[in-house]
């Protein structure tokens, strides 16, 4: 199993272009998030979804959107990218078990700059 | 919502040395936590979790984590550190997302770099 994967590794805007980051994961698993990374802060997340079809803000959406069209595929979205989001943005994924604790799996991350 | 708070952003100790690292959250009636460790341009690996139970927990390579209630608190500590332990380390707890307790998302503090020298 490859896990959860992301692409791509690395990706360098300017402000005002659009891009998507691919989140895979090869787990079956219902839940999946984005977080993103920046110095002194953590990660926090973005937006998440609980299955297939469905997707919720989290603690920072502005400026992203989501989609969740198959289980197993997580797309982060930025309309026009902003130099506020040079970040880490990482995908994590976890399986559905009602009641009990799920082990958060995360990627790799991609490291984006908006210049 | 939950918050987590890690005072130190970076610890350096020397190889051989013992090591904590603290964590403080904010209470709530049901916590999990977990410590999260990240290596250079790697993402995040779970180092070690608490659910219930026994309040010290282990990890394979040597951390341990004790969950005391009364000080919200769940310090990582090593007794001696290896140059391979440098990283950072991240404190987290669960956070329910939805009327579903399976719906966790979850909260990070800061981060503490550890930097351990020869």
């Known amino acids: 199993n490859a896990g959860v994967t992301q692409t791509p590794k690395f990706r360098v805007l300017k402000t005002g272009q659009s891009m998507t980051l691919l989140c895979a994961q090869d787990m079956n698993h219902e839940y999946m998030y984005w977080y993103r990374q920046d110095p002194g802060m953590g990660l926090r997340l973005i937006h998440y979804?609980?299955?297939?079809?469905?997707?919720a803000k989290g603690e920072v959406p502005d400026g992203y959107n989501v989609s969740r069209l198959k289980k197993q595929n997580f797309l982060l979205g930025l309309e026009s990218a902003a130099p506020s989001q040079t970040s880490v943005y990482f995908c994590?994924?976890?399986?559905?078990?009602?009641?009990?604790?799920?082990?958060?799996?995360f990627g790799p991350g991609t490291r984006l700059t908006v210049l | 919502a939950q918050s987590v708070t890690q005072l130190d952003s970076q610890v350096p100790v020397f190889e051989e040395a013992p090591v904590e690292l603290r964590c403080n959250y904010s209470s709530s009636v049901s916590v999990y936590l977990f410590w999260y460790v990240q290596y250079p341009n790697q993402g995040l690996q779970l180092l070690l979790k608490?659910?219930?139970?026994?309040?010290l927990v282990e990890s394979i390579n040597g951390f341990e984590a004790e969950f005391n209630k009364s000080q919200t608190s769940f310090h990582l500590r090593k007794p001696s550190v290896h140059i391979s332990d440098t990283a950072e380390y991240f404190c987290?707890?669960?956070?329910?997302?939805?009327?579903?307790?399976?719906?966790?998302?979850?909260?990070f503090g800061s981060g503490t770099r550890l930097q351990v020298q020869p």
């Open positions: 979804s609980v299955g297939e079809g469905t997707t």
């Open positions: 994590a994924s976890c399986k559905r078990r009602t009641g009990s604790y799920n082990e958060q799996f």
């Open positions: 987290a707890v669960s956070d329910p997302i939805g009327a579903d307790t399976g719906r966790r998302a979850l909260t």
């Open positions: 608490y659910l219930s139970g026994s309040t």
